[in-house]
């Protein structure tokens, strides 16, 4: 699948999603009312435009996980439920808290876990995969933005589902943010069983001195 394609298929359904807030929120223009929710849809599609210049791509690579695969479909679920569902409790002011301050904040938290989401993508080029797969000329990074925390790039994913719930005030839009970590976890650990089961010592080594979503906590 050509690069322009896979841009295309990620706008389509980054403008399906915004269009579930907008839905949400009762529609288009009632959604664009406030500058906050403004700068969550320039985020969102700024972000888009910067992940079509990234190599990450869908590939199984040389060996995957395939019993992993239901954690996309988990992961669609709960999207599409985040897609509006905070939106709509923001508009019927129902589990709300805060005010602007807190808008802002989400949106804040929104784009910096978006940033921190792509950064890990960029560095490892076509080795990242949407897939929990090993690569054609796989090699262990462990410097740079993976010298702390092996996987940052759902670090950021997590700072941005709550980022997004707090764009709203939406007490609904955290509790779907927590609802997004167990299958990240499972995740996580079919990831590490298989770059273990490749790179041994090494990979061992790495895990030893690093931590795996938090630093300091987890």
Known sequence: MSRMVTFLIALISVVLWLGLAAWGWGGVVPFLSHPARVALVVATLGLTVAAAFTSGNLSAGEKEDRGNRWVLLAFLIIGLLDGFLPAFSDRTDLLTFGGDGVRWLGVVLFLGGGVLRLWPVFVLGRRFSGLVAIQKDHQ???????SMVRNPSYLGLLV???????????????????LF???LIVRIHSE????????GTAYDAYRARTWRLIPYVY
Do not use: K, N
């Open 140 to 146: 262990l990074v462990t410097d740079g933005i993976y």
């Open 160 to 178: 941005s589902v709550f980022g997004w719930g707090f764009a709203f005030r939406s007490i609904i839009g955290v509790v779907l943010a927590i």
């Open 181 to 183: 970590i167990p299958p």
């Open 192 to 199: 590490e069983r298989l770059l273990a089961a490749h790179f």
